[in-house]
């Protein structure tokens, strides 16, 4: 009898910790291991690769890729320093599938807005870059669009390796340049950002040219146009650009500073895996997959020195 009371006493003498401690911990969700990451984890946004798009309802910003379309990106900067989208629109919002701006009218002769100086008015097709000594943070999960799929300079990428060719897939925020039928039409000029599900079937379809990093929600919510393809018939519905200016040409103070995680460290690796295996008290069976547009970067405002 005085054993047993003994050994109540000690029970309750310990911590309640240490009475747990044969308790498991529960698994760190993937916000929790993105708010750990180290500064080491992230990166900042170059502003000499950031467009800044400037509505009525606030700054969209977009992260360009020299790496895989150089040539449409420095059109694209050629005409973002020659102020050409500004007063143009976004004249067309196709429901579950992209937004696109530029000029409305640019195709009518007499109407379309002239290019700004040094703008070239043809270019290749960039619809695939080279893969060999490009870095490529590679996930297991199987794919339907691509051999191997991942992330490159940031961005999330198929790749072939028979081909030896990658491309940005064309996820949610993803910007191309529109194009008619043949593959050599765009310029830059005409952009789309993708609103809806990952069309996937347009990947190495079009120029992709880089990704919307911060404000999707302020194109998202843009009032759709008619069927079938979204584009206004109504111009007075068209949405007023205020400017698309490169982020190196805005002075420091207004400028939107931003950090993204990077897609090799191994908060983001951890990050994606707690995604893919879900082990919170609503999951059920861990999915044991994780898509690659669903995979999110992380964007962060960087803390305060």
């Not at 590679?138 to 300079?153: E, H, I, K, S, T």
């Not at 895996?273 to 069976?285: C, I, M, P, S, V």
Request: net charge neutral; aromatic share 8%; glycine share 8%.
């Amino acid at each position: 009898m005085r054993r047993g009371l003994l050994v109540v006493a000690l029970a309750l003498a310990l911590p309640v910790g240490a009475q747990n401690a044969t308790s498991p911990p529960k698994p760190r969700t993937p916000q929790q291991i993105i708010d750990a990451a180290p500064a080491s984890a992230w990166r900042t946004l170059d502003p000499a690769n950031t467009l800044y798009l400037e509505l009525a309802s606030g700054r969209v910003i977009i992260e360009l890729a020299p790496g895989f379309a150089p040539e449409h990106v420095a059109n694209i900067k050629t005409m973002a320093k020659g102020s050409f989208w500004d007063g143009l629109t976004i004249y067309r919002s196709q429901d579950n599938f992209v937004v696109q701006f530029g000029d409305a009218e640019g195709e009518e002769a007499g109407k379309a807005k002239p290019y700004p100086a040094g703008t070239r008015t043809h270019l290749p097709a960039e619809f695939t870059r080279s893969a060999t000594g490009v870095p490529f943070d590679r996930l297991p999960d199987v794919d339907g669009w691509a051999p191997q799929v991942g992330f490159a300079d940031g961005f999330p990428v198929g790749r072939n390796p028979q081909t030896g060719q990658m491309w940005i897939a064309h996820c949610y925020g993803v910007v191309g340049a529109g194009r008619n039928n043949a593959p050599d039409s765009s310029i830059g000029a005409e952009l789309y950002a993708v609103i809806g599900q990952a069309p996937r079937a347009l990947d190495h379809q079009l120029t992709v040219v880089g990704r919307v990093v911060q404000g999707m929600e302020l194109l998202s919510v843009i009032p759709r146009g008619p069927a079938p393809m979204g584009f206004y018939t109504d111009p007075a519905l068209r949405t007023p650009i205020l400017s698309i200016k490169l982020a190196s040409e805005v002075p420091v103070a207004q400028r939107t500073p931003l950090q993204l995680l990077r897609t090799d460290s191994q908060a983001f690796i951890d990050a994606t895996e707690a995604r893919r295996n879900r082990k919170d008290d609503f999951y059920t069976q861990p999915p044991g997959h994780i898509d690659l547009c669903g995979v999110p970067l992380p964007v962060r405002t960087p803390p305060a020195p």
